[in-house]
């Protein structure tokens, strides 16, 4: 079993700053990549951005340039630096543990940025 836990997200506002943190612990040898997903009220869950264990990033097109994936792997961390949020960025966040035949999630954050 793993278990993500995340931190960081809360309310800002538009042109603010948030860190999200996403700590993995239990079986955690073999996760591959991991990564933040969102998903607006109504909408489906979408990709934020991945990383993986050589640090190679993927970002979706709206976040690119503003936003940042990190990992440091001796503390089996995955952190998300989101500058110049914007109200469309309002969502839960949801952290991703990807092993090769198995994904988990964690519990979600809300990340709500005001005008």
């Known amino acids: 079993q793993v278990q993500l836990v995340e931190s960081g997200g809360g309310l800002v506002q538009a042109g603010g700053s948030l860190r999200l943190s996403c700590a993995a612990s239990?079986?955690?040898?073999?996760?591959?990549?991991m990564g933040w997903y969102r998903q607006a009220p109504g909408k489906q869950r979408d990709l934020v951005a991945t990383?993986?264990?050589?640090?190679?990033?993927n970002y979706a097109d709206s976040v690119k340039g503003r936003f940042t994936i990190s990992r440091d792997n001796a503390k089996n961390t995955a952190y998300l630096q989101m500058n110049s949020l914007k109200p469309e960025d309002t969502a839960v966040y949801y952290c991703?543990?990807?092993?090769?035949?198995?994904?988990?999630w964690g519990q979600g954050t809300q990340v709500t940025v005001s005008l």
């Open positions: 991703l543990a990807r092993f090769p035949t198995y994904d988990y």
């Open positions: 239990g079986s955690i040898f073999g996760i591959h990549v």
């Open positions: 990383i993986t264990s050589g640090s190679m990033t």
